[in-house]
């Protein structure tokens, strides 16, 4: 990509390429998300060293 073909508003200022308004930026876990680290269990989320690579 070179710097002619980055968005830039009428000021000449960058913008990114990247809709931000696309995708959920909330901090809070959505019910489905809320729901399926409940029936993984704690313990077996992947960043704890106990987790079962073998679960959905």
């Known amino acids: 990509m070179t710097a ?3 968005p830039e508003d009428t000021h000449g200022h960058w913008h990114s390429p990247i809709d931000l308004r696309r995708y959920d ?3 809070a876990l959505a019910g489905a998300e809320q729901r399926a680290i409940r029936e993984l269990g704690l313990r077996n989320l ?3 060293r106990y987790h079962d ?3 959905p």
Do not use: C, F, I
Request: glycine share 0%.
């Open 4 to 6: 002619a073909s980055l």
């Open 25 to 27: 930026r909330s901090s």
């Open 46 to 48: 992947r960043r704890q």
């Open 53 to 55: 690579p073998d679960a």
